[in-house]
């Protein structure tokens, strides 16, 4: 299996465009997350889905963000507009079956510069 | 709600020290628990977790940690780090079903 893939690996956009990270899960998991990961606040996870349909979204920081699993193979973490204060790792993650018991895996994250 | 908290920020070892990072959290109920590690440039992967039983876990690569519950912490140890151990740590945390929440993290460097 090749993992959890993202793209793009690196993203760098001006404040106020609109930004799509891609996700696609390890076939047959469950859950997928997204998280986003600065110095300043660690790692924070954004909303996660299971079965495609979204289960907790509080992470999300605000209406800029949105985020959709339209198939059970990708999910997508929109900003529009985008900030410099967006700038981050964003990483998705999914895991099999039991949730929140499981190991999550992770994938390459998608670092993200706004300027 | 629960919080997780990684004492040291960043770390410094010379190759064979003995590795200690601690980790607290915050939650009165049943947790599991969990550390990932992120080396340089690659993805978290999991190192090791406990549900329940025995307390002292052990994961991959040498790395054990210690489940004192009256404590409320999750240390993880190595009794001889090596150069390739440099990467950062995460300690997380979640009861039943429900997301983790990760600390955020321990920077270990180790030198020669």
């Known amino acids: 299996d090749a993992g959890v893939i993202q793209s793009p690996r690196h993203e760098v956009t001006e404040m106020g465009q609109e930004v799509t990270l891609r996700c696609k899960p390890i076939?047959?998991?469950?859950?997928l997350f997204w998280y986003r990961q600065t110095m300043m606040r660690g790692l924070e996870l954004l909303i996660y889905?299971?079965?495609?349909?979204?289960?907790?979204d509080s992470g999300m920081p605000e209406d800029r963000f949105s985020a959709k699993m339209p198939n059970a193979s990708f999910s997508t973490l929109k900003i529009q507009p985008s900030e410099p204060r967006d700038s981050a790792v964003y990483f998705c993650?999914?895991?099999?079956?039991?949730?929140?018991?499981?190991?999550?895996?992770f994938g390459p994250g998608t670092r993200l510069t706004v300027l | 709600a629960q919080s997780v908290s990684q004492h040291n920020h960043h770390v410094i070892l010379s190759e064979a020290a003995s590795l200690e990072l601690g980790c607290n959290y915050s939650?009165?109920?049943?947790?599991?628990l969990f550390w990932y590690v992120q080396y340089p440039g690659q993805h978290l992967q999991l190192l090791l977790k406990?549900?329940?039983?025995?307390?002292l876990v052990k994961g991959i690569k040498g790395f054990e940690a210690e489940f004192i519950k009256s404590k409320f912490s999750f240390n993880l140890r190595k009794p001889s780090v090596q150069w390739s151990d440099t990467a950062e740590y995460f300690c997380?945390?979640?009861?039943?079903?429900?997301?983790?929440?990760f600390g955020k993290g321990t920077r270990l460097s180790v030198i020669a």
């Open positions: 997380a945390v979640n009861a039943g079903n429900t997301p983790l929440v």
């Open positions: 406990y549900f329940s039983g025995d307390p």
């Open positions: 993650a999914s895991t099999p079956g039991q949730g929140n018991y499981n190991e999550q895996f």
């Open positions: 889905f299971n079965n495609n349909v979204p289960i907790d």
């Open positions: 076939s047959g998991h469950d859950y």
């Open positions: 939650y009165g109920g049943t947790v599991n």
